[in-house]
């Protein structure tokens, strides 16, 4: 064979081995998604909405159960009921959590005024405690539970069954590590934490793995210009309905949002995020206590866990939000 042949050949071959090579890697099965439950404080701040709406686009995620958290049971569970009917997601269990303190409705009240929860095509649990522990333990693969919201319904179900821990990893959007609100220099006490230190405590405490976004990194999101604008524009049933209920929510005394050109503070889709992906942040091994004033300080004696401490690209993760909503990958 002489020198041309041979280069031909080889380069046959290589072309053959490639394209080979291409077929296997395009059969090869993605993986399976991972299965979750959203436990939520949804309809005081807009970004419990707006998590909701992300998880729904995000293929790595299998939403097995929505729960709601921190009272308003009924007002929670109707914003859930309409908001997973009307973007087409009505398969979905919600758990309504113990109608405990605080009681009554929110700012989206508006919203679900003439909405019947009975009509809800899906399962309610009326047992949320009781419908998470057994999500958790009857997953045949481990579960995770992203909790976006005070955590007391989290906690009665860690006292009701403490095996919960062993079968499920935590990922939550809490406290406030070396920045507070709006980049502050000095940490605040996060709502979710504040609003029931006890409930944080034993969740941050608990024997699952645990990983968190705090007011460090989720409290710098917001969405505005051509990002928002591509929102705006999408008549995806997902961000439209999001925006619905961002401008209802604004008319309910929100001055500093404004839906027609920028949203609030989009803290809770950080840690929908952070279930499946952590590249975009800075990921630090910290242990972290929790206060009886419901701050969280750095104690290397405290639970370790995985904290989203810095941005690595900001702008990436509004990308791919964007993304998401829209439909566009």
Not at 122 to 136: K, W
Not at 156 to 179: C, K, N, Q, T, W
Request: charged share 25%; glycine share 10%.
């Amino acid at each position: 064979m002489n020198r041309r042949k041979f280069i031909q050949a080889s380069a046959g071959a290589a072309l053959s081995a490639g394209v080979f090579a291409g077929c296997r890697s395009a059969l090869r099965p993605a993986p399976d998604p991972i299965p979750v439950i959203l436990a939520t404080d949804i309809g005081d701040d807009i970004d419990d909405t707006w998590a909701l709406g992300f998880l729904l686009k995000c293929p790595e995620l299998r939403l097995k159960l929505v729960a709601t958290e921190f009272g308003k049971a009924p007002y929670r569970a109707k914003l859930l009921g309409k908001f997973l009917e009307q973007t087409g997601h009505a398969g979905v269990p919600i758990a309504v959590g113990p109608d405990v303190e605080p009681r009554g409705e929110g700012a989206l009240a508006e919203w679900v005024k003439d909405y019947d929860l009975s009509s809800y095509p899906g399962r309610v649990h009326t047992d949320g405690v009781g419908a998470m522990i057994e999500v958790i333990m009857g997953s045949p693969q481990p579960l995770t539970l992203i909790c976006i919201g005070p955590m007391p319904n989290v906690a009665a179900a860690l006292e009701r069954e403490p095996r919960i821990a062993e079968r499920a990893r935590f990922v939550g959007m809490d406290g406030s590590v070396r920045l507070g609100y709006g980049g502050a220099k000095t940490p605040d006490a996060e709502w979710n934490v504040k609003a029931n230190p006890a409930a944080a405590r034993k969740g941050l405490s608990a024997r699952w793995d645990i990983t968190i976004t705090p007011l460090d990194t989720c409290g710098l999101v917001t969405l505005e210009g051509a990002r928002y604008q591509r929102l705006l524009q999408s008549r995806d049933p997902v961000p439209a309905t999001i925006l619905e209920n961002y401008r209802i929510w604004c008319k309910a005394g929100h001055k500093e949002a404004d839906a027609d050109s920028h949203s609030s503070v989009l803290f809770d889709p950080v840690a929908v995020y952070l279930a499946f992906d952590q590249q975009f942040c800075k990921m630090e091994r910290l242990g972290i206590r929790v206060t009886d004033d419901g701050t969280t300080v750095i104690d290397d004696q405290a639970k370790q866990m995985n904290v989203a401490t810095a941005w690595q690209d900001l702008d990436g993760f509004r990308d791919l939000l964007v993304n998401r909503l829209c439909g566009a990958g």
